[in-house]
């Protein structure tokens, strides 16, 4: 474990921390006024590899060898400027800070960190972290990684988990939720929607599996794996005449191997150490597309429920079950942002079709898929 401290004067601004993977949904913005909760589990830490917030330069002042030195691979809109390497943790852990009143950024209902650093040391007033809690993005503080030094603390240095402990006792991700609003004229309410970490997962894996396709229709599982991807890969992929369609399968840890003609796997992600799943076979050459561990686990064992009560009585001892859960009222959508986010640091988008892929999504808002 470890604590972070000010690089100016050492005082300690963290409670120990344990690192883990940063989520897929970091930079995802949902919805429009959306409370979002805390991004990162109290207790963790993630490096951000990639620069955050201001400055910003547009596409057309960045050279193209600049970009790809960033891994960056296709235009994109702007693209910022700041440091690389944040570490991100849940404001719960912060210690020793103070926010600065003046750095509110463009704030809408909260802070959005656009000013920069709007928290600084209480010991020493050097600038050390940016809070984010502004309506549709994910709570976080953002320590600046050149302000502050990591320092190992003693305590129990737990080894990661197994692939086997994980299948066993991790915890799945619903892939509906409810989703609270700010108050407003009659207060603060909620609606029933798909789960944002679903969403952001979903444009995550939809660029893999982009590439994955080879331009040639993909078929996925039936089920919710369905729900999350056929629908949106059947539009990006209609163009031409296939000569051939890829099957992509569920695989993981406790799951039997999948068929010999399966072309794609759809595998976890550890949680702590963010490495991909990978079949213990080397001769096995599918393209393995990543899923957080909490929506992998739910889409290979998915929560049961009865779709209609149960005739007879119920006895004494058992709850009842109804009303039934409530489903989102639209199909399922990608999260654009994520997927565009993902697809463009994929070097496999330099290929001209899939380059046309993404300049026509650019230019059409698609809201039926994203």
């Known amino acids: ?24 949904h970091a930079h ?34 960045i050279d193209p060898g600049e970009a790809e030195a960033r891994g960056i691979y296709a235009p994109v809109y702007s693209l910022s400027d700041g440091t690389p390497g944040a570490i991100v943790i849940a404001p719960g852990d912060i210690r020793g800070t103070r926010l600065i009143p003046d ?11 656009a000013d920069g650093p709007n928290m600084v040391c209480e010991a020493c007033d050097l600038p050390v972290a940016t809070r984010v809690d502004d309506c549709s993005l994910w709570q976080a503080v953002r320590l600046s990684p050149d302000s502050v030094h990591r320092i190992p603390v003693d305590g129990v240095h737990a080894a990661p988990l197994s692939w086997a402990e994980l299948a066993e006792k991790g915890e799945r991700t619903p892939p509906f939720e409810a989703i609270a609003t700010w108050g ?14 679903w969403e952001a997962a979903a ?11 080879q331009g040639q229709p993909v078929e996925v599982p039936g089920g919710l794996a369905a729900d999350m991807f056929q629908r949106a890969l059947d539009a990006l992929l209609r163009a031409g005449t296939p000569t051939s369609e890829r099957r992509a399968a569920l695989a993981g840890p406790g799951q039997p191997s999948p068929d ?23 001769t096995a050459s599918p393209y393995l ?8 686990l739910w889409l290979v064992s998915p929560q049961p429920y009865l779709p209609i009560p149960a005739s007879g009585r119920i006895p004494r001892d058992v709850l009842r079950d109804d009303p039934l859960p409530r489903l989102p009222q639209h199909l399922f959508r990608a999260d654009r942002g994520t997927f565009q986010h993902t697809l463009v640091r994929l070097p496999a988008v330099r290929s001209p079709w899939l380059r046309t892929v993404l300049e026509k999504l650019t230019q059409e808002s698609r809201a039926d898929l994203f």
């Open 1 to 24: 474990m470890f604590v972070f401290v000010c690089a100016g004067c050492g005082a300690e601004l963290t409670t120990p921390l344990s690192q883990v993977s940063l989520p897929v």
């Open 28 to 61: 995802q913005q949902y919805g429009n006024g959306a409370q979002l909760p805390v991004l990162m589990q109290s207790g963790t830490f993630a490096v951000d590899p990639d620069p955050w917030g201001g400055p910003w330069r547009m596409w057309e002042e």
């Open 103 to 113: 750095k509110l950024g463009g704030a809408c209902c909260g802070l959005d960190g």
């Open 184 to 197: 407003g004229r009659l207060g603060p309410g909620h609606y029933w929607s798909w789960s944002p970490q």
């Open 203 to 213: 444009g995550h894996a939809l660029a893999h599996l982009l590439v994955a396709s």
């Open 260 to 282: 010999a003609d399966v072309d794609i796997l759809l595998v976890p992600v550890h949680p702590q150490t963010g490495r991909t799943w990978a079949p213990a076979d080397p």
């Open 289 to 296: 597309v990543p899923l957080p561990l909490g929506v992998w």
